[in-house]
Structure formats: structure tokens, C-alpha cells
């Protein structure tokens, strides 16, 4: 450090002594209002009713003791509230004592005076007199530092875009309070702090980016115009980074408006979640609701066992099966099925006999139920018919009660009945009747209402509506509504496929191709309005969704912002090209309300293992690596498991591994689990992840690929890549996505053949052992 940058630093130790004081003594106030207005609460819970006049002597008085309840409750309701939010501004100060603040920026904005300075962290600070002494990162004014290069940058402030001259841009390390290291940069984030971050990381779960989002990233966290927000970026660029630093930016830029129960992420699996958990609360928000799109459907479908990510992932197809599949998963179905309910207006709506007591004789049959549902003149559309369908059964239902209290199903029930269950069917104990004629024609009444109540419930519920009978009516209508040949089909394909279909609703089941048009069958036909309070929708891993999918998430969530993030290289479970996606979903969407980002620096790993990984994509893929240095990745060759199993325990036994987050990736379940038993044979302790309701732990894991999908590790082993295991195209995407997981170290082994999506790799790029 030359002279110059010490009195420089001496001068910002100075600044942070002051603002870290300010932090102390704003806590301690806060601390000690929060005990005040608790012991408050406490003493008038205490003495609720000291001061509460309790008096129902006549209205009047009645009154006035309400009055005085509810006096009382207010002042508990104050004190309430000034605690939450008191706590809330602890937790903030809290957060911020660690680290008050991570960069400073100094500024001219146009048409001012004076230059300012500004400095930057993960929430705001004032002091007495209002002067800001630390900027949330989120505020508009921030945007700067991670915007833009020093000279001229442009914010987008509350009033529009503001100008500004950036003049200077300075980092912090601190530690402790204790500034560490200082850094001036001219980059737009400088590539120092950049590497001191990515350098320190290893942990099992995500950190939060905030002082160091690069500048693409944050066009992507701060974007407020668009309806669709598709980021398309390569492994390990920072694109579910991005969207967590964006949930936390529009909670806070629409705070009092959007909670985090107003935005929903959609993620790849389980353990995914568990590995993103604390962002959020690191950043001071609390987590939005989160889901994987099979949790989605199940949630829904309760009566099926909806196919799930191991099936669906270890199924093989036959040929006519995947064109199948590649129909069920096309925009084109979805419209057709659309059009098919349409239909339904003038005919054809399955029904199903309401039971009640008599399972043999329905209460309201199906072709009344029918004949009700198209009485209603054609004006009426679903939704419509439906509901009046519904007042029209519960009306006939309420005229038959007095019929059904004569019927001896009901005298019969009263006989046995104990003396205390009839005594719940009074309304009072002590009720008198003129008669035990109309005693008994009471008591029947209620017993029938009650009885009924099954029935009343089956009609509130839609259970009249044959919903699979419904779906199968569809799927034979599709030839004429779908060209079958277009997708390699037959007429007679197609109606084997709808007989298999059959028979997995008989056992209960539904495959995932099938399970979004079901549901989506469903909601037309009840004209379910969708979930309208979901404000911002994220989808991750976009890629492993289908075009029906997305167009059946856009439907149901009609108010929702979407932002959909992928990696068209990384598709593990669509057999297909999925580089069409983006032209089929776009078309969903406004044109002029669409943006498309391009993330191409991977920030996960090291140079030497960007650049081996890109080389596995054919197509010559714009992947940048991030300046960072490691181990060249090594590729180990041996003639059967056994021997494999030695490279791995020798790996793992070494002292400087200990503490390094390992995972050895199979591609099948039963692989990792032949590898973990392997292991453990030759004393190795490491934990098996064979479902997504595990959780991540420190130490060596072995886990299929599906399963590590979104998640990052220290050192990757790569099991067995043998021609035998990764051969094809589709194995192309499964072997990058497997790569790119490691953070420093990639070690790759096989036995037998090596796979030709990695032998044609230049050899400059790994090592051989
Ligand atoms: N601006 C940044 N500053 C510091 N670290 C970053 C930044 N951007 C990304 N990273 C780090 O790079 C790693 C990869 O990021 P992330 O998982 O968000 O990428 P991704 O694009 O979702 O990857 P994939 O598609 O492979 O799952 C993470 O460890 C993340 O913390």
C-alpha cells in the first residue's frame, strides 16, 4: 500500500468507527424500547380487565363494556405493532453491525452543485438528523455501483431516469469492523472482489451475490416492465442468483404491497430448495413459497399418484412413445384441448350418478344431472353452467328433505341412537314440543340436513363431473383436432395409447404428459378462475419444462409476472430439442413486454473447468470463463468397478479432502446406490442422496444426476462415463450438466470405453491418470 492509500483507508476506518458507533447506540435505544413497550404489554394482559368495566346489566351498559374490550384490545394492538416493527429494525441493525456497508460510490448528479457519496449495504441507516449513512443496495441510487463503468451512468430513479458522473467506485472487505481490504475500481464490479468472493465459497448451501452482482445480472434483478423475464444462461452463471437478489429487490421495491406469499419459485427438485433456503433470510426477507411443478400437480390431483422425477426420469421409451409424448407436450395440444371444451358448451360433458345411502339407485342420476346442465340457454358458458347446475341440484336436494324425513332409513337411525347423540341434535336442552309427533318430525329433520350434507358436499365439489371419463372423450376427439401424422403417428397408436391411459387410471396413476392437460381439462370444464393473488411467478430450470406446462402455469397464474430461467444446454429430462421453447413460449406472451437476457460468464468454477466442460457442447457455445485458476480436470481410465472404486477411496482418504464438499454423480439411482454400497465396503463413509427428501450434508455424497440438478460442490467425480452410459445426443446435455457442478475439481472416471461425448475433447484440457 503506498502512502497515498493508507491515509486513504485510515480516513475510511475513521467513517466506519462512526457509522458502526451510530449502529451501537441506535441498537441499544431499540433494545431497550422494545423491552419498555413488552413489559408494557405484559402488565395490561395483566390487567385486562382491571380497567373494563364489566357490566350487562341492559343494553346501554352492554354497550359501554364492549366499548372498554375494545379500548383495551387497541392499546394491546399499538404496543403489538410497535414491537414487531422495533424487532424488525433490530434485526436490520443486527444484520448490519456485521457489515455495515460493501462499497462506497461518489457522484455528480446533473444540475446539482455539489458531488456526493454514498455508501452501500444490505439495508438502510440514518442518523438523528436524517442524513443516510448507509443506502440500502436495493435503492435506486445503488443501481449505479452495479450498473455502470465511472463517467456517465444512468438510474432509474422514482422520477424517471436520472443522469449521474460517477467518479469514483470503491470496495470494502470488512471484517469485524475492521476494514480488511479496500479496492478503487474502474470495472463495472471489479474482478479483485469478485475473485476474493468466488475464492472463500464452499458450503452446502447458496450464498447470497449482493456485493458483487455483475452488471447483466442486474438488469435481471431490477427489470419492473416485463412480463416475461427469459434469462438464458450457461452453467453456473449466477442465473438463480439472479432471481433470489430479485425477489429480495421486489419485496422491497413494492413493500406494503407484495408479500413473499405473493411469489412463487418453481424449482428442479427437493433438495434444491433446502440448498437456496437461507438467501433470503440472509438478505433480511423471508422466503417466497416454493415448489417443484410435481408438487404442483399432486397438490391438485389428489385422487391419482401423479408420475414422479425418478420414474419419469428412468423410463425408457420406445420410439412411439416419445412421439407420443412430444404431441402431449406441444403448444398444439394445448390449444386443441381448448378447443375441445369449447365444444362442450352445446354437448358432451360427462357426468357421474350422485349416491346417497343407496348405492345402487343414484339420488341424482347422471342423465338428469346432464339434462339440467344443458337446459341453460347458450348464452350460458361453462363456468356459468356449472354453477347454476350446482343452485339447481341443491335446490332439488332441499326439496327432498321433507320426503326423505318420512323414509324408515331415518326412524331406524333415531332407535339407535344414544341418548347422548340425540341430545346433540337439540337446539337447546332444555327445548319443549307441542307434541312427540313434532318432537320426532324435528328430530328427523336434523338428522336428514345432516345426512345430507354428503351429498351437499359432493355437489359443492364438482364430484357429478366425470373428470377422467371426461379426459379419455377428449383424447379420442384429439385425431380430429390434431394432425396425428405431423408427430409420426398413427390413428391406431394413438388409440392404443389412450387404452394404456385406461388402464393407469385404474391403477391410479398418471403420467406427467398427462397430468397437466387433465388438470387443465379440469378447469375449463369448472371454469376455475386460477390462482389470481400470485404476483410474480419464477421458473428455474426451464429447460426441463414443456411448452404445456408453461402455457398451463401461465394460465393458472393470469396476474402473475413470469421469469423463466434455463439453460437450453442442460435439458435432462425433454427428449427433445429444446431450443424451440423460447419461440413457443414467447408466443404467450406480449411481444413488447418480453425480454430476453444472455448470461455467459460462468462464475461456478475455475477456467481450467469452464473451459473442459464447454468443449462437451457441440455447437460451439459462447461460454466465457471467469478468470479464476485450478487443477487442470483429470480422467481416469480403469478396466472394471473395483478398480474404480480404488481411484475414489484413495481420493477420498487424502487429509486436504477432508474438509471439501465432494459429490460423486452417477447417472442412475441404482448406480449410486452399487457405489455407495461399494464404499462402504472399503470402510468409506460418505451419504447416499437417493431421494430429494434428504438433505445436504457436509462430507462426500453420492448422488444421481437428476437429483444434483441447480446444485455446486468443491470437487466433482464423475462416475463411470463410459461409452456405455453416456452415448447419445440427449446423454450430451446429462454429461455437461453432471461437469459443470464442480466449483474447482472435476475428476472424471470410466471403465472400459470412454464415452465419445468426452473423448474427441482436446487433451491440452485435462490431465490423464
Ligand atoms: N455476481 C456474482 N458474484 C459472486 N458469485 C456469483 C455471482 N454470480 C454467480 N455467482 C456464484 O456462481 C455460482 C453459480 O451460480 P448459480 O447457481 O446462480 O448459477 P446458475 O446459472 O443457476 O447455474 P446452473 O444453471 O448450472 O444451475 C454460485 O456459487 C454463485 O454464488
Known amino acids: 500500500m503506498d502512502k497515498h492509500e493508507l491515509v486513504n483507508q485510515a480516513a475510511e476506518q475513521a467513517r466506519l468507527d462512526h457509522v458502526l458507533a451510530e449502529i451501537t447506540q441506535q441498537k441499544s435505544k431499540l433494545s431497550g424500547d422494545i423491552a419498555r413497550v413488552k413489559s408494557e404489554e405484559k402488565h395490561l394482559n395483566e390487567h385486562f380487565y382491571d380497567d373494563v368495566r364489566l357490566n350487562y346489566g341492559d343494553a346501554s351498559a352492554t354497550m359501554e363494556t364492549a366499548l372498554s374490550i375494545r379500548q383495551q384490545q387497541q392499546l394491546l394492538q399499538e404496543r403489538n405493532n410497535t414491537w414487531q416493527h422495533s424487532t424488525h429494525e433490530l434485526a436490520t441493525l443486527q444484520r448490519l453491525e456485521q457489515k455495515p456497508y460493501f462499497a462506497r460510490v461518489d457522484f455528480h448528479e446533473q444540475g446539482e452543485p455539489k458531488a456526493e457519496t454514498i455508501y452501500i449495504g444490505l439495508g438502510s441507516l440514518s442518523d438523528r438528523d436524517d442524513n443516510f449513512l448507509i443506502y440500502d443496495w436495493r435503492a435506486p441510487i445503488s443501481s449505479i455501483y452495479y450498473d455502470g463503468k465511472l463517467g456517465e451512468v444512468t438510474y432509474e430513479s422514482p422520477d424517471g431516469p436520472q443522469k449521474v458522473d460517477l467518479t469514483l467506485k470503491r470496495q470494502f472487505i470488512i471484517e469485524q469492523g475492521k476494514i480488511k481490504a ?3 475500481t474502474q470495472e463495472t464490479i471489479g474482478d479483485q472482489m469478485l475473485l476474493e468472493v468466488l475464492n472463500e465459497k464452499s458450503s452446502t448451501q447458496m450464498k447470497s451475490i449482493v456485493t458483487t452482482i455483475q452488471r447483466e445480472q442486474n438488469k435481471i434483478i431490477r427489470d419492473t416492465k416485463s412480463d416475461l423475464l427469459f434469462v438464458q444462461g450457461a452453467a453456473g452463471s449466477g442465473k438463480t442468483s439472479a432471481i433470489l437478489q430479485r425477489i429480495a429487490y421486489l419485496l422491497y421495491r413494492y413493500r406494503g404491497n407484495l408479500t413473499s406469499d405473493q411469489v412463487i419459485m418453481f424449482s428442479p427438485n427437493q433438495l434444491f430448495n433446502d440448498y ?33 422425477l425418478f420414474q419419469q426420469f428412468e423410463e425408457t421409451q420406445t420410439n412411439q412413445q416419445s412421439n407420443l409424448e412430444k404431441l402431449k407436450n406441444d ?87 344414544s341418548a347422548e347423540e340425540l341430545r346433540e341434535l337439540y337446539d337447546r336442552p332444555d327445548q319443549e314440543f307441542e307434541s312427540s309427533a313434532k318432537e320426532t318430525g324435528f328430530l328427523a329433520r336434523k338428522i336428514v340436513l345432516q345426512q345430507l350434507k ?3 358436499r359432493k355437489i359443492h365439489h364438482n364430484q357429478f363431473l366425470n373428470i377422467r371419463g371426461q379426459y379419455v372423450h377428449f383424447l379420442k376427439r384429439v385425431p380430429q383436432l390434431i394432425e396425428l401424422s405431423e408427430f409420426g403417428l398413427t390413428e391406431t397408436d394413438w388409440a392404443d395409447s389412450i387404452e394404456q391411459l385406461k388402464n393407469d387410471f385404474r391403477q391410479r396413476q398418471v403420467k406427467m404428459a398427462d397430468a397437466s392437460a387433465y388438470l387443465y381439462l379440469y378447469d375449463l370444464v369448472t371454469g376455475r378462475r386460477g390462482e389470481t393473488s400470485m404476483r410474480y411467478v419464477f421458473i428455474d430450470e426451464i429447460q426441463d419444462y414443456t411448452p404445456f406446462q408453461l402455457a398451463y402455469l401461465k394460465y393458472n397464474f393470469p396476474r402473475a409476472k413470469f421469469t423463466m430461467l434455463g439453460d437450453l444446454n442442460q435439458a435432462i429430462l425433454i427428449k427433445e430439442d429444446s431450443s424451440s421453447l423460447l419461440s413457443e413460449i414467447s408466443g404467450l406472451f406480449d411481444e413488447e413486454k418480453t425480454k430476453v437476457v444472455q448470461l455467459t460468464t460462468s462464475y461456478r468454477s475455475t477456467a481450467q473447468v469452464t473451459n473442459y466442460t464447454k468443449e462437451i ?21 480403469r478396466k472394471n468397478v473395483t478398480e474404480l472404486i480404488q481411484v475414489v477411496a484413495t481420493m477420498l ?61 468443491d470437487a466433482v467425480i464423475m462416475w463411470d462415463a463410459s461409452s456405455k452410459n453416456y452415448q447419445g445426443d440427449f446423454e450430451r446435455q446429462l454429461v455437461y450438466t453432471i461437469a459443470s457442478r464442480a466449483m474447482h475439481t472435476l475428476t472424471i472416471l470410466y471403465q472400459g470405453e470412454f464415452s465419445p461425448l468426452l473423448a474427441h475433447i482436446s487433451p491440452d484440457l485435462y490431465e490423464v491418470r
Open 182 to 184: 479496500m479496492f478503487d
Open 276 to 308: 437456496i433456503e437461507n438467501v433470503l433470510p440472509e438478505l433480511g426477507e423471508q422466503n417466497m413459497v416454493q415448489m417443484t411443478y410435481w408438487q404442483f400437480l399432486s397438490r391438485r390431483i389428489p385422487g391419482l399418484s401423479v408420475q414422479n
Open 331 to 417: 403448444v398444439l395440444f394445448f390449444r386443441a384441448t381448448k378447443r375441445y371444451a369449447s365444444h362442450l358448451e352445446k354437448a358432451g360433458v360427462q357426468f357421474k350418478d350422485i349416491f346417497f345411502k343407496n348405492q345402487t339407485e343414484p339420488y341424482f342420476s347422471k342423465e338428469q344431472i346432464k339434462e339440467i346442465y344443458y337446459s341453460f340457454n347458450e348464452n350460458y358458458h361453462l363456468r356459468n353452467r356449472i354453477e347454476s347446475t350446482k343452485e339447481a341440484l341443491l335446490k332439488l336436494l332441499n326439496q327432498r328433505v321433507d320426503a326423505e324425513t318420512r323414509k324408515p332409513w331415518v326412524q331406524d337411525l333415531i332407535e339407535h341412537m
Open 454 to 456: 354428503t351429498v351437499s
Open 617 to 637: 457442447l457441440s455447437s460451439g457455445q459462447q461460454i466465457e470463463a471467469f478468470d479464476r485458476v485450478g487443477p487442470l480436470p483429470v480422467v481416469y481410465g
Open 653 to 713: 482418504q487424502k487429509p486436504e479432502n477432508e474438509k471439501v464438499a465432494t459429490a460423486i454423480i452417477t447417472k442412475t439411482l441404482e448406480e449410486a446406490q452399487q457405489v455407495f454400497e461399494l464404499l462402504k465396503a472399503n470402510g468409506l463413509k460418505t451419504t447416499l442422496i437417493g431421494s430429494q427428501n434428504q438433505r445436504l450434508v457436509p462430507g462426500a455424497i453420492v448422488v444421481p444426476a437428476y437429483l444434483a440438478k441447480g446444485l455446486e460442490f
